[in-house]
């Protein structure tokens, strides 16, 4: 059932939908995962038009997030959370087309990017692009740190690139380096700065498993320099201390992304030894 609060982005995704059902379509599957978007999913689909198919990959949303797809007229597929790395993965696997846009739930293509998109010369397989990604806390862009000119591979032909099997900061291995597409992605990702902290540790154990699987140790004497370094790349060398307090918040995310994860494998192999 369709909460009343919903009701009206429905209605505006359904006019949208058929609003667009007679432009000229690019042979460019849209994938997205997603699992309780419902607060953005229109507004991510809504700006991917030009695209042939768009298909929601589905991982248990509780919220309206596959009634809003399916009325902005995207296709919806299931299945359980394998990681972020082998779901984006899986999602290519089940799109119609081999040109392949993967877009987060919660990024938007602006309108260059969306015109940019009309342009391409798809008669290669082996090219690929990136595209310019732009970060907002809330309602604030993020212009400065390790956010700045940060630029994703997102838009590529399934036939020579691939989304890497790995559970938490994925991305597409390609065998051509990719070229950059105009315009930009809008990345609502972090409702305000407690957020950016709590995905921070949320992501923490999922990246201990990847440093664990690869073999990696790190001395407890190393953690302090790595987090220093982390916070003066973000705060000072790329001038973080420009976004205020969202830039100082920004900063100590990336000290936890950088020491988090080495403490919690400490922490296992002292266990282990213990044991």
């Known amino acids: ?46 700006a991917l038009n030009m695209c042939d198919e768009r298909l929601v990959l589905d991982s248990g949303s509780t919220d309206d997030t ?28 089940l799109a119609t087309h081999d040109w392949i846009l993967s877009l987060d739930a919660d990024e938007v293509l602006d309108d260059h990017a969306q015109a ?60 051509q380096p990719p070229r950059l597409l105009a315009g930009s992605i809008l990345h609502y990702s972090f409702a305000d700065c407690r957020d950016v902290l709590s995905r921070s ?19 407890a004497w190393m953690l302090p320099l790595r987090g220093l370094a982390a916070f003066v790349k973000s705060y000072v060398l790329r001038s973080g201390w420009r976004d205020g307090g969202v830039g100082f918040v920004v900063a100590l995310g990336r000290v936890i992304d950088s020491t988090l994860p080495r403490a919690l494998l400490l922490a296992d192999e002292s266990h282990d030894d213990d044991a």
């Open 116 to 175: 940019a998109c009309e342009h391409l010369d798809l008669s290669n397989p082996a090219a690929c692009w990136a595209i310019r990604r732009r970060t907002f806390v809330g309602r604030r862009e993020v212009c400065h740190g390790v956010w700045r000119d940060e630029r994703v591979l997102r838009l590529f032909n399934r036939t020579t690139a691939a989304f890497k099997a790995i559970a938490v900061h994925e991305e597409v291995q390609s065998q």
């Open 1 to 46: 059932m369709i909460s009343q609060s919903s009701s009206g982005d429905v209605a505006a995704a359904t006019e949208s939908a058929a609003h667009h059902s007679g432009s000229r379509r690019l042979p460019i599957s849209a994938v997205i995962i997603a699992r309780d978007a419902a607060s953005r999913i229109g507004e991510v689909l809504g």
């Open 66 to 93: 596959v009634a809003l797809a399916r009325a902005a007229g995207a296709r919806v597929e299931h299945q359980p959370f394998l990681g972020y790395g082998p779901q984006k993965q899986r999602a290519v696997e």
């Open 201 to 219: 540790l949320r992501y923490a154990p999922l990246k201990a498993n990847v440093l664990r699987s690869k073999g990696e140790r790190s001395g």
